[in-house]
Every structure is written in C-alpha cells, then in structure tokens.
C-alpha cells in the first residue's frame, strides 16, 4: 500500500493553536519528522505512541527527503512538522519537488504564523478600516541573499500605508532600522517586536524605529522575533469600519436609521 506525506504547519509554539486536522494526521501518522529547533516538541503530545519521531534540526534537506519517501515507499503516513505555517519561509518547495518526483502523493496542512500569532499576542488588529490595507511578510538576513531590500518595503510603506511583518531580522535590528529609514520611513515610525510568541517566555517590545534597536538589544534577543512595523502598531486613528456600519448597506443587511436614543 501506497505510503503518504503531510506537511503539517505546527503554529507558532502553543501546542493549542493546531488545527483540528493537523492533530488528526499527527494522531494517525506512524513517521513523525519535526524542526526541533522552532517547532514546540510539545506538539508530539498528540502524537501516537508507537510513532517514529525524528528531530529535523541538526539533517539536511536530502536527509529529511530520503527518509520521508523511505517511509511512504513503506506504507506509512509521514507527518513533516514545520513551524508556522508551511508556506511561509517554511523551506517547503526543496521537501515537494522531490516527493513529486518520487511519485509519492502528499498533502499540506496549514498552520498560525508567526505574523498572526504576534498580533493576537499584541491585541492588534494588522489591518486598519480604511487605513490600513496591506499587509506585507517580508524577511531580512545578513548572509542569505535575496531580491530586493526593505528599502523596497519601507517605499511601499509609504506609498500605501502598508503594514510590513518582518521575520529573521531581529539578530540585525540595526540593518533592519538602517534600510527602513533610508527607504523614506521617519524614525518615529511605530515598531513591535515580539519574540516567541504564544510560547510561556513570550516577550514583547515596543518603540519606534528611533529606540527599538536598543530596546530589542537590552533585552538580548537575538532570534525566534518577528518585528512589525507601521500604523497598525499604534494607529493614530480607528475609523469605523464598512461592513457593520448602519449606514452601509449590503446584499445581508438594508441600511439602518439609528436613533441616539435606541
């Protein structure tokens, strides 16, 4: 019998924050592989006891997809555990492409990112009405190269009003600070950094693009952050949104005259 792969998106550390689905598949799957260096092994709670479990953190790439078609090849259900959501910064297209090729049938599950997690943990919302409308993931690095800068982020920033939610760039705050204020943004620029968010040693930090280097530095944290950046931080202003307005009308709901008194 044909063996299966999942790609499950494990949240952001608070083992509560799986879906319904992903424990399912974790309850079922005889091969576990997971990212012990991001994922919450608490997760494996939900795991069966006779599963085989692999801690992905100290293999390569062709190591975790050898063993993951090895096992399908056998007939097993292979549970690959990654933190987030797989499709964001999840490494996921290098795990795909070769289980494709290997003709070996898999499914992806999706997870919280870090991006929502964070703003939960905030008590923000990332949008707001007619504000904020943009919501950019982005990602900064010292030695991974990439297309573009947030040079490019901080333009669109202004430009639209965005939002901008940057992962692995805590361990450079300074870069990070440098290029977003080159890019246009003023140093009084609201910022957020939140650090494991959802886990019991959450930390959360807030400022402006003028102190927040030296506030992240203070409190050494140095990975595991993400960093949001703009209006939505702290919005100047909170303009009521369409949908539930009375006075906006819609295929549910006529519009509404309300009385002060009502």
Not at 47 to 69: C, F, G, H, P, W
Not at 167 to 182: A, N, R
Not at 202 to 207: C, D, H, S, V
Not at 237 to 251: G, L, Q, T
């Amino acid at each position: 019998m044909a063996g299966k792969g999942v790609f499950i998106g494990a949240g952001p550390g608070d083992p509560e924050l799986l879906t319904v689905k992903a424990v399912k598949y974790l309850s079922q799957a005889e091969v576990v592989v997971y990212a012990g260096s991001l994922v919450n092994a608490e997760v494996l709670k939900y795991a069966r006891q006779d599963a085989e479990v692999y801690n992905s953190a100290s293999m390569v790439t062709e190591e975790i997809v050898k063993l993951m078609i090895q096992k399908a090849r056998e007939g097993k259900l292979v549970a690959r555990l990654k933190s987030g959501d797989p499709s964001i910064y999840g490494a996921l297209w290098e795990e795909i492409i070769p289980l494709q090729l290997a003709g070996i049938e898999y499914e992806i599950v999706p997870g919280v990112t870090a991006a929502l997690a964070a703003a939960a943990q905030l008590r923000i919302e990332l949008t707001v009405p007619k504000r904020v409308q943009h919501v950019v993931i982005t990602r900064a690095s010292h030695r991974v190269p990439m297309r573009g800068s947030l040079k490019d982020v901080a333009d669109f920033i202004l430009k639209t009003g965005a939002v901008a939610v940057i992962y692995t760039g805590v361990h450079v705050i300074d870069k990070v600070v440098k290029e977003l204020e080159e890019g246009g943004l003023s140093p009084g620029t609201p910022v957020a950094v939140v650090y494991k968010a959802t886990w019991p040693d959450q930390k959360i930090i807030q400022g402006t693009l003028r102190d927040i280097a030296e506030k992240v530095k203070a409190e050494r944290i140095v990975r595991d952050a993400v960093i949001i950046v703009g209006e939505s931080v702290q919005p100047p202003e909170i303009p009521r949104s369409a949908v539930y307005n009375p006075d906006h009308a819609h295929s549910y709901r006529p519009r509404r005259e309300l009385r002060e008194d009502a």
